[in-house]
């Protein structure tokens, strides 16, 4: 009932940017928390930076002061600002969501993924 698709991703150098975007459609009531997390080669899924529907947001100290994270109530989008990126942020990127949704009988909730988009920081 629910989709949430990644764009922005890609090869950049260290030192440079990226804005990705995440971009939710189905039967969409309403959005709760968002996130972006990232998964590296042989390392587990981790947090980068979450927002509520309210606009508290939350990094990993990895990021802090690097990345900003910020969502449209209205468009359902997700997006995270990467600035000086570094070999180490390299990773895919996956967009979370946990939606209330509607089934056309009822109201539920679920969490959401999309499915990934890579980014790659050389040296």
């Known amino acids: 009932q629910v989709q949430l698709v990644e764009s922005g991703g890609g090869l950049v150098q260290a030192g440079g940017s990226l804005r990705l975007s995440c971009a939710a459609s189905?039967?969409?009531?309403?959005?709760?928390?968002m996130a972006w997390y990232r998964q590296a080669p042989g390392k587990q899924r981790e947090l980068v930076a979450a927002v509520t529907s309210a606009g508290s947001t939350n990094y990993a100290d990895s990021v802090k002061g690097r990345f900003t994270i910020s969502r449209d109530n209205v468009k359902n989008t997700l997006s995270l600002q990467m600035n000086s990126l570094k070999p180490e942020d390299t990773a895919v990127y996956y967009c979370?969501?946990?939606?209330?949704?509607?089934?056309?009988?009822?109201?539920?909730?679920?969490?959401?993924w999309g499915q990934g988009t890579r980014v790659t920081v050389s040296s």
């Open positions: 979370n969501a946990d939606v209330t949704y509607y089934t056309g009988r009822y109201y539920n909730t679920g969490d959401y």
């Open positions: 189905g039967s969409i009531f309403s959005i709760n928390a």
